[in-house]
């Protein structure tokens, strides 16, 4: 799963927030919209922001749902939003005139200079965030495999072929255990262009050749080849199975570096 701490998406999400934030009031108080960021599941931008929130470089006050029940930012809203995607958010407002918004928004309360120093550090230390992690993405998008950036013909990993687009979609919707659901890596794929009139048989097919041909056969981190191998001997990428023993996706292995 992709880190809340990324430098590339922390980036992201601030300059948007400088960008594309609607101020509401002279307090500093902005309705921001959750979406627009291409590459970024608005459930990772909530946990981002939540991060950024507990890390009071913002404010996120608490949000609603259309039925009119209110969560705090501190609830767990991560399941809530899992459970049912279409949720309404109503932003902060005067409560004889609540704001409902779709896509998502939040209300933030913020501090420009917070965030445009947060900004300025991240772009001066890119690489300190990350390199706790065996698996990462620099600031320009290339990925890093433990301290190694990953090429092909001595070019980094270009961001138009099927290798990098399944890897960035594992490291994007896993889960807390990096897994990643088969239907959810076949319809990223077909929104990013790749086998998009295909049947899904089909694809989970090409995608496991992909993997173990293309992206584990073909790259190479640093001097060697990119194999499917952590420093700890286990697996980067995996299948699993589902609850009826049926196959179920695949999943992320992404520990910290030692």
């Known amino acids: ?85 279409s949720y309404r958010f ?29 900004i300025a550090l991240l772009k001066r230390e890119p690489l300190s965030i990350n390199s706790s992690r065996i698996l990462w993405k620099d600031e320009k998008g290339d990925f890093i495999f433990n301290g190694k950036k990953l090429k092909t013909r001595d070019q980094p990993l270009s961001k138009e072929v099927k290798h990098y687009k399944i890897l960035d979609i594992l490291l994007e919707y896993g889960d807390q255990e990096g897994r990643v659901p088969a239907r959810k890596v076949i319809e990223e794929l077909k929104k990013r262009g790749v086998w998009e009139e295909k049947p899904d048989e089909w694809i989970i097919k090409r995608i496991r050749d992909t993997i173990d041909g293309g992206l584990f056969g073909k790259v190479r981190a640093g001097g060697s080849l990119f194999k499917n191998k952590l420093p700890n001997d286990g697996k980067v990428i995996e299948t699993y199975k589902s609850k009826d023993a049926s196959f179920g996706g695949w999943k992320i292995n992404n520990p910290p570096m030692n």
């Not at 902060?92 to 309360?109: K, Y």
């Open 1 to 85: 799963m992709r880190q809340t701490d990324d430098p590339v998406v922390l980036l992201g999400v601030l300059n948007n927030i400088l960008k594309n934030g609607v101020t509401l009031d002279e307090h500093n108080k902005m309705r921001y919209l959750l979406g627009e960021l291409t590459g970024i599941s608005k459930l990772m931008e909530l946990r981002i922001l939540k991060d950024l929130h507990n890390k009071k470089i913002l404010s996120v006050e608490s949000y609603l749902r259309s039925n009119g029940s209110s969560y705090d930012i501190e609830d767990d809203f991560t399941q809530t939003l899992r459970m049912n995607p």
């Open 90 to 118: 109503i932003t902060d407002a005067p409560s004889s005139r609540m704001i409902v918004t779709e896509p998502i928004s939040v209300t933030l309360i913020y501090d420009k200079k917070k965030i445009r120093k947060k």
